[in-house]
């Protein structure tokens, strides 16, 4: 069983596993693109790397929207920004 898919096994509230399930899938994507960025660097790609920064960019702006409306439905934190 996967890590994603391990979360909706778990004993906690819907909204608790929507939270883990999209903090994964999005920490996925920024670390994946983040790894991007730094090999479209080493071979001078421009063009590659201005797009892998948008994409960078659009799923840090998402994580921090879906953050915002989290605190505002909970109180809580959704989880740590690194």
Sequence with gaps: MSDFEAIFEMELSEMEKLVRAFDHVTGKMVA?????????????????????RIKVGMVKHMRELFADCYRRATGAEAWDEQ
């Design 32 to 52: 994946r693109g983040e790894q991007d960025i730094e090999l479209l660097q080493a071979l001078h790609d421009e063009e590659g790397l201005i797009k892998e």
